[in-house]
T-cell receptor, first 113, second 112 residues
Framework: NAGVTQTPKFQVLKTGQSMTLQCAQD?????MYWYRQDPGMGLRLIYY???????DKGEVPNGYNVSRLNKREFSLRLESAAPSQTSVYFC????????????FGNGTRLTVT | AQTVTQSQPEMSVQEAETVTLSCTYD???????LFWYKQPPSRQMILVIR??????QNATENRFSVNFQKAAKSFSLKISDSQLGDTAMYFC?????????FGAGTTVTVRA
């Protein structure tokens, strides 16, 4: 049982380059999320998808776009990477219900130079 | 808006001893859920414990227990009989819908 799978694990970009972070879950969860983790700031929500076909902005959406490709997959795109987007990115999923715990992928460490 | 505050950036504890991590939060909702997540050096986020706000009984999970004080909006985590494998960053989180808001985290180091 793979759970939540993120690719890639590591990535280095130059300022202005674009890339897409991929996420897939095999738990038949309805809701999916993208968080970023920065030192001293915990995890901050970038975008989420409450159910297939819907996406909404979280706390820090600027500079990012998302696509809920199907129930399993939720991708995060950086159109023009900036050094401020250097971070660890986590994808997560949950059953759609108040108070459902999140199941996380292993994270992607992104460095923008 | 909801906020979660963890005021202890780092804590150190001797193996087999007990350590308590503090967490305070703010929300205008009456029905919400609180969580503690553990992040070891492997970077994986692992659910430690979950508390439903309408339940007065404090949640426990093996050596992990919480002290939930709803009126004070406090949700501390106690790790008993600390083990070397407990070395990790611990995050407190709050949810009143299907999104979680996280605190800044507390790094716990267990000394042999």
């Amino acid at each position: 049982n793979a759970g939540v799978t993120q690719t890639p694990k590591f990535q280095v970009l130059k300022t202005g380059q674009s890339m897409t972070l991929q996420c897939a879950q095999d738990m038949n969860h309805n809701s999916m999320y993208w968080y970023r983790q920065d030192p001293g700031m915990g995890l901050r929500l970038i975008y989420y998808s409450a159910s297939e076909g819907t996406t909404d902005k979280g706390e820090v959406p600027n500079g990012y776009n998302v696509s809920r490709l199907n129930k399993r997959e939720f991708s995060l795109r950086l159109e023009s990477a900036a050094p401020s987007q250097t971070s660890v990115y986590f994808c997560a999923s949950s059953t759609q219900g108040v108070g459902s715990p999140l199941h996380f992928g292993n994270g992607t460490r992104l460095t923008v130079t | 808006a909801q906020t979660v505050t963890q005021s202890q950036p780092e804590m150190s504890v001797q193996e087999a001893e007990t350590v308590t991590l503090s967490c305070t939060y703010d929300t205008s909702e009456n029905n919400y859920y609180l969580f503690w997540y553990k992040q070891p050096p492997s970077r994986q986020m692992i659910l430690v414990i979950r508390q439903e706000a309408y339940k007065q009984q404090n949640a426990t999970e093996n050596r992990f227990s919480v002290n939930f004080q709803k009126a004070a909006k406090s949700f501390s985590l106690k790790i008993s009989d600390s083990q070397l494998g407990d070395t990790a960053m611990y995050f407190c989180a709050l949810s009143n819908d299907y999104k979680l808001s996280f605190g800044a985290g507390t790094t716990v180091t267990v000394r042999a």
